[in-house]
């Protein structure tokens, strides 16, 4: 199993379109996929569930903001597996049409307040007892992670983060095997870039010493899959000159950039979500809904390749 971090620290790049859409696309492949939705604003929730459904069933007690409560109040966590559901619409689609599954762990407004408590949890600690604290308070995702993943056969993890590096930001790379980083390529989404990475580092080698010094938890290794550039406009079947500065600045950068990315289009992404179903499996209306469809598969093939 793979676990993936999808992130950037800019809001609106894409974080949510393209975690929805590379999972629903590997799982009609034939991966059992689960996403982690990390981001209080929960877009990623409400791509494959409805509000109505989340406030009824999920809201109260069946999101990723419980199990961090827990953490955070001292108290055992709940299995990973009480929190996990199978939307509805996308999986009737894909057991007819698909070959795999794709289940969800939800997320809640209220997961914003959670970074606070868990920094508190940090803090006024011994160094003896600020050690195995931060261990718990970074490195408990992962292993539960693990341990669902082994109970449900899944193949791939894909966490949706939010765009900060807050602690429950950290949990979701600190449980990573590979990072995926959707940009626009504009100026401010492309500044982050390079400082996120050291950010990385930085976390990861903190993470590590600790856990060099403590039998219970293993080192980590997350590493940097690739940039994948979103709402591209394309003019004579190229970005447009504007956007293809950005794109060769990055991969100046000593990043791996992805050869496919996501072409800009309101009103195909924009109502996927409230259908419960990623572009990628709708029908296709017309050839630039096609065009997309194509792209986004290319996408995933040039993902699966760079997973091997
Ligand atoms: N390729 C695209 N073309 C046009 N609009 C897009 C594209 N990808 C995403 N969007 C739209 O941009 C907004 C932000 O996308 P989202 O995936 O939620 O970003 P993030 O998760 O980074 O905040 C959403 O309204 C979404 O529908
Ligand atoms: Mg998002």
């Known amino acids: 199993m793979e676990i993936i971090s999808v992130i950037n620290y800019k809001g609106g790049v894409g974080k949510t379109t393209v975690t929805s859409n590379l999972a629903a696309e590997l799982a009609y492949r034939g991966k059992n996929v689960l ?10 929730t409400f791509s494959f569930i409805t509000p109505d459904f989340w406030d009824a ?17 001292g108290n055992q966590t ?6 996990r559901i199978r939307p509805e619409v996308v999986n009737n689609y894909l057991s007819k049409h698909g070959k795999g599954c794709l289940d969800i762990i939800s997320s809640h407004l209220g997961l914003i307040n959670v970074d ?52 429950v930001t950290k949990n979701a790379l600190i449980a990573s095997d590979k990072i995926l980083i959707p940009a626009k390529p504009d100026y401010l989404s492309t500044l982050g870039i390079d400082y996120l990475q050291k950010s990385v580092n930085s976390l990861v080698s903190d993470y590590n010493w600790y856990a060099s010094k403590d039998d219970e938890y293993d080192e980590v290794n997350p590493e940097i899959m690739g940039v994948v550039f979103t709402m591209i406009q394309i003019t004579s079947r190229k970005p447009i000159a504007a956007q293809q500065q950005y794109i060769s600045q990055t991969r100046r950068l000593k990043v791996p950039v992805f050869d496919v990315h996501f072409r800009e289009n309101k009103t195909i992404f924009a109502d996927a979500p409230r259908n419960g179903m990623p572009v990628v499996l709708n029908y296709y209306s017309n050839v630039t809904h096609s065009d997309i469809v194509d792209e986004i598969s290319d996408f995933v093939d040039e993902f699966e390749s760079n997973l091997e």
């Open 57 to 73: 069933y999920i809201k109260e007690n069946k999101t990723i903001k419980s199990w961090f409560d827990c953490i955070s109040q």
């Open 35 to 44: 996403v982690l939705d990390m981001d209080a604003q929960a877009s990623l």
């Open 78 to 83: 709940m299995p990973l597996s009480d929190l």
């Open 116 to 167: 606070l408590e868990l920094a508190t949890l940090l803090g006024g600690a011994s160094p003896q007892q600020t050690q195995k604290k931060h261990l718990k308070v970074h490195g408990k995702l992962r292993e539960e992670l693990l341990a669902l993943g082994e109970q449900m056969n899944y193949d791939i993890v894909l966490i949706d983060c939010p765009p900060n590096f807050n602690i």
